[in-house]
T-cell receptor, first 115, second 113 residues
Framework: NAGVMQNPRHLVRRRGQEARLRCSPV?????VYWYRQLPEEGLKFMVY????????ESGMPKERFSAEFPKEGPSILRIQQVVRGDSAAYFC?????????????FGPGTRLTVT | GESVGLHLPTLSVQEGDNSIINCAYS??????FIWYKQESGKGPQFIID?????DKRQGQRVTVLLNKTVKHLSLQIAATQPGDSAVYFC????????????FGKGITLSVRP
């Protein structure tokens, strides 16, 4: 029973390059969340998506960041023109329902390092 | 602003002792709370949850207590084991909003053999 899959697990990018982070939710889950974790900090909500729809992007930086969850395939978090401050662990979670009070299952994360 | 926060950054306990990890929240609209455990290099792992219509919930070796009057949440781990060493986060969710979670900063639990 596969859980949430994320790849790559580690990603190194030079300043100005693009980073693409992929997330495959638990089979049957159609709700995906992205969180960012800076060193020594808790997770911060970025965006919540349902298949082909962005439901809540209140935690996404206004520029350079975008997310999608197409009808087929994984959810993608895309960071354009990365800067050193983007270095963090990015976690994806999925749930079977978007209703409040439902457990979210987390992936192992992608650790992005910007040099 | 409203936030979920933890009182202590680290907690060191002797193996076999009970551990208590505390969390304060300030959003009075929050009505669903979760404790997560995060081991080094891994994603958060669900431990136990509680809804605001309860004040106590028990799992295997873990108990979560909720005091809505003072907006306080605690996680009790009985007979702490070396495998319990990790960072623990409390998270909250507001009913009526969508299901995004607000996390506290985390507390490191270190178990001494």
């Amino acid at each position: 029973n596969a859980g949430v899959m994320q790849n790559p697990r580690h990603l190194v990018r030079r300043r100005g390059q693009e980073a693409r982070l992929r997330c495959s939710p638990v089979k049957g889950h159609s709700h995906v969340y992205w969180y960012r974790q800076l060193p020594e900090e808790g997770l911060k909500f970025m965006v919540y998506l349902q298949k082909e729809n962005i439901i809540d992007e209140s935690g996404m930086p206004k520029e350079r960041f975008s997310a999608e969850f197409p009808k087929e395939g994984p959810s993608i978090l895309r960071i354009q023109q990365v800067v050193r401050g983007d270095s963090a662990a990015y976690f994806c979670a999925s749930s079977p329902s978007g209703r409040a009070g439902n457990e979210q299952y987390f992936g192992p994360g992608t650790r992005l390092t910007v040099t | 602003g409203e936030s979920v926060g933890l009182h202590l950054p680290t907690l060191s306990v002797q193996e076999g002792d009970n551990s208590i990890i505390n969390c304060a929240y300030s959003n009075s609209a929050s009505d669903y709370f979760i404790w997560y455990k995060q081991e080094s290099g891994k994603g958060p792992q669900f431990i136990i949850d509680i809804r605001s219509n309860m004040d106590k919930r028990q799992g295997q070796r873990v108990t979560v207590l909720l005091n809505k009057t003072v907006k306080h949440l605690s996680l009790q781990i009985a007979a702490t084991q070396p495998g319990d060493s990790a960072v623990y986060f409390c998270a909250e969710n507001v009913s009526g909003a969508n299901s995004k979670l607000t996390f506290g900063k985390g507390i490191t639990l270190s178990v001494r053999p």
